[in-house]
Every structure is written in C-alpha cells, then in structure tokens.
C-alpha cells in the first residue's frame, strides 16, 4: 500500500476519532462551545450554517455525523439525513428536487418524481439535508427558483431543516435568511500536539523536533490550527529531513513533490531518483503531467460555476486523450478518481484530494500566463 495513503488515511481517521471524542474544536455559537451531535437536533432554526477556513474540517464534520447516523450511533430528532457535497456536479447541476434525489439513486430503480411528491406531501418533517460547500456552488444561490434557494426560504419542504457548510467568504450570500450560526474553529494546542504526536507515532523524537523546529517559524505557527495545513506540514517535515521549507507556498510545493517523488518511485519503479527538490528536477514527462494538471485546475476555477469535480471530457481534452481516459489514470497519483454507477454504466470523475490544492496548482499555472492574462485575472 502507498505509505502517503496510509498515513493520510490514519490521519483521517484520528480528525474522526477527535470529533467523537473531542467536541471543543467543532464549533462556537456565541461564546459557547457545543457538541458536533447538536446539529442533529431539531431547534427553532430550521437553517443552520456551518463556517469555517479552508481546511479547517467542516466536510470531515458532516461525514463524520452521517456516519454516526447511519450506524445508529447517536440520537436524532430525524427519520432521514440525506448528505449532498455542493462540488459534486450532478448537485450542482440539478434544477429539481427529483434531479437533487436521484444522486443517491445509482442503479436502484426508483420513480424519483414519485419520492419528490411523498417529500412534498409532507412538507419534509423530519427530514434534514446536509448541503456541504455552498462556496463551491454559490451560483445556485443566484437563480431565484434553484432548489437549493427554495429549500433555504422555506418555499420547498418547510418543514425540513436545512444544515450548509460554507467559507466565510460566502456566507453574506445567506445575510437575507434568519438562521443560527456556528463555526468551526480548528485545533486548540492540546490538540496539535495531539495530531502531531499521533502523525509521528513510530518515532516520538521526530513530534520534539517538529515544535522544536515550529517554534523558529512563526510564520506557520498561524497555519497550523488548520487540519489540512497541519497534515501537510508533517507530511513535509518528514519528507524534508525533518525541517520545514522557507515558505508556506513551499511548503504546498514540496507537498506536490513527495506524492510524485513517492508515486515513480513505487508505482513506476525508479528507485535511482534523487531528491527532487522543484517541478523543474522531474522527469520531462512529469512536468508536462503537471502542467496539464494546473491548466485544468485553474480552468475549472474560472468556470461559471467553478469546477472542483472534473468529468472525463475535461480530463481527456487538457491531457490530449484521442479516446476516452485510461482507466488506471491519475496523473501520478495526483487526482483522485470516483467511480459513479448511474443507470447502467460507469461514469468516472476526478479531483483533487482538496480544494486548497486546485487552489495552490491554480496559482502555478496562473503566474505562467503572460502579464496581460494575469492582470485580466485579478
């Protein structure tokens, strides 16, 4: 097994473990802290927005509470909690409540117009949607008959509730709306040394040297609260002989690096490679693999709407597929790829492991451009 996957994957499952054993780090409303269970109580506001920073664990919070409710282990005031992630596009894209059920349908033959109309009957008691990532989707907040907009004012299924996820960004998108806010406010200092103990658990000397060498970078001492800058952190500590690049922006760089380094060098068998220390010491094939990947990256952020799940067409037109994409491709491991059954084919999709790297790869192709292009950018 890839040795990234599996610490990504033990790192992961520690953010799970901290949120069912740990809830100070979910959330405030006011100046209280509360339980990440809350949000699957019924109250007096029946849309709740969640916000926090980029990375900070608002996705991980939304899977972690259906998990739980869908294993039984916790109490809710609901019969049924239907997860969407906004960045999803057949979310994004649909125009109807039928259109927005059917992304749980795969091959279940189901008349979803027919479980629109029960919905309806209803009016949606007891029911709750989780909507994660309105910033990838501010778009549907625009049409004024979008289901996400007529879920929000009470126009569809009033008596549903209504939990959103979002960046602080987009949250004034939500000003007109009486709701109850919380945000998630990331680690507390107890709790990185925690993950970082837990990152560096085979060898305790690395987790001293780490705060050691963390305490001379005050630049990242902001950084680290935030789960996925903390892992990437690690991630680079150990790759880089237990020190830290110059830079934050290196910091995400060196991260690109590893995951390459580590993919030919396993799945491609080059174990001559040196250290790669920049995109210009790879291979000449990686490069042009990379290039390609920023290009799509930055083209699915200049999208209306933007794109942070990229289908087959996309990924064959940038990278040059004359037929349809390989099936064993991921441009170095680089792109994640989802398997969706619908009907009675298989659709591929690919993204990155997080929107803050299409952002990072966004930012290499964009400074590329000639000054002109940039200037128009911003």
Same mark, same amino acid.
């Given at each position: 097994?890839?040795?990234?996957?599996?610490?990504?994957?033990?790192?992961?499952?520690?953010?799970?473990?901290?949120?069912?054993?740990?809830?100070?780090?979910?959330?405030?409303?006011?100046?209280?802290?509360?339980?990440?269970?809350?949000?699957?109580?019924?109250?007096?506001?029946?849309?709740?927005?969640?916000?926090?920073?980029?990375?900070?664990?608002?996705?991980?919070?939304?899977?972690?509470?259906?998990?739980?409710?869908?294993?039984?282990?916790?109490?809710?005031?609901? /019969?049924?909690?239907?997860?969407?992630?906004?960045?999803?596009?057949?979310?994004?894209?649909?125009?109807?409540?039928?259109?927005?059920?059917?992304?749980?349908?795969?091959?279940?033959?189901? /008349?979803?117009?027919?479980?629109?109309?029960?919905?309806?009957?209803?009016?949606?008691?007891?029911?709750?949607?989780?909507?994660?990532?309105? /910033?990838?989707?501010?778009? +549907?907040?625009?049409?004024?008959?979008?289901?996400?907009?007529?879920? +929000?004012?009470?126009?569809?299924?009033?008596?549903?509730?209504?939990?959103?996820?979002?960046?602080?960004?987009?949250?004034?998108?939500?000003?007109?709306?009486?709701?109850?806010?919380?945000?998630?406010?990331?680690?507390?200092?107890?709790?990185?040394?925690?993950?970082?103990?837990?990152?560096?658990?085979?060898?305790?000397?690395?987790?001293?040297?780490?705060?050691?060498?963390?305490?001379?970078?005050?630049?990242?001492?902001?950084?680290?609260?935030?789960?996925?800058?903390?892992?990437?952190?690690?991630?680079?500590?150990?790759?880089?002989?237990?020190?830290?690049?110059?830079?934050?922006?290196?910091?995400?760089?060196?991260?690109?690096?590893?995951?390459?380094?580590?993919?030919?060098?396993?799945?491609?068998?080059?174990?001559?490679?040196?250290?790669?220390?920049?995109?210009? /010491?790879?291979?000449?094939?990686?490069?042009?693999?990379?290039?390609?990947?920023?290009?799509?990256?930055?083209?699915?952020?200049?999208?209306?709407?933007?794109?942070?799940?990229?289908?087959?067409?996309?990924?064959?037109?940038?990278?040059?597929?004359?037929?349809?994409?390989?099936?064993?491709?991921?441009?170095?491991?680089?792109?994640?790829?989802?398997?969706?059954?619908?009907?009675?084919?298989?659709?591929?999709?690919?993204?990155?492991?997080?929107?803050? +790297?299409?952002?990072?790869?966004?930012?290499?192709?964009?400074?590329?451009?000639?000054?002109?292009?940039?200037?128009?950018?911003?």
């Amino acid at each position: 097994e890839d040795p990234f996957k599996k610490t990504k994957r033990n790192a992961e499952a520690f953010l799970e473990n901290m949120c069912k054993a740990n809830c100070e780090w979910v959330g405030s409303h006011g100046n209280q802290t509360i339980p990440s269970d809350r949000i699957l109580a019924k109250d007096e506001n029946r849309v709740k927005l969640i916000f926090g920073a980029p990375g900070i664990g608002k996705t991980t919070l939304l899977r972690h509470l259906t998990r739980r409710y869908a294993l039984g282990k916790v109490k809710s005031d609901f /019969d049924l909690v239907l997860l969407f992630p906004l960045r999803e596009r057949r979310i994004s894209t649909a125009e109807t409540l039928p259109d927005l059920l059917a992304y749980y349908g795969k091959r279940k033959a189901i /008349d979803y117009n027919s479980l629109s109309d029960e919905f309806e009957e209803s009016e949606g008691r007891s029911i709750l949607f989780l909507f994660d990532g309105l /910033d990838e989707a501010v778009h +549907l907040l625009k049409k004024k008959d979008s289901y996400l907009n007529q879920l +929000l004012h009470g126009e569809l299924l009033p008596e549903a509730t209504i939990v959103i996820t979002s960046r602080p960004g987009s949250c004034s998108h939500l000003s007109q709306l009486h709701l109850k806010c919380f945000e998630i406010q990331g680690f507390n200092e107890i709790q990185i040394k925690e993950f970082v103990n837990f990152f560096f658990k085979q060898d305790g000397s690395r987790s001293a040297k780490f705060f050691s060498e963390l305490r001379c970078r005050p630049d990242l001492n902001g950084a680290v609260y935030i789960p996925v800058n903390l892992f990437i952190l690690c991630s680079v500590f150990e790759h880089e002989g237990q020190s830290f690049p110059s830079t934050i922006t290196s910091c995400y760089q060196s991260f690109f690096l590893q995951l390459i380094f580590r993919y030919l060098r396993e799945k491609k068998g080059e174990s001559h490679l040196p250290p790669i220390a920049s995109f210009n /010491d790879l291979p000449r094939e990686a490069v042009e693999l990379v290039r390609k990947l920023s290009q799509l990256c930055l083209n699915g952020l200049l999208s209306d709407p933007k794109i942070l799940v990229f289908d087959e067409k996309m990924v064959g037109d940038v990278f040059g597929f004359e037929g349809p994409v390989p099936e064993d491709f991921d441009c170095m491991g680089l792109l994640n790829v989802h398997l969706e059954e619908v009907a009675f084919s298989t659709i591929r999709t690919y993204s990155l492991q997080h929107a803050t +790297l299409q952002e990072f790869l966004s930012a290499e192709e964009l400074k590329c451009l000639p000054e002109e292009k940039q200037v128009r950018f911003w």
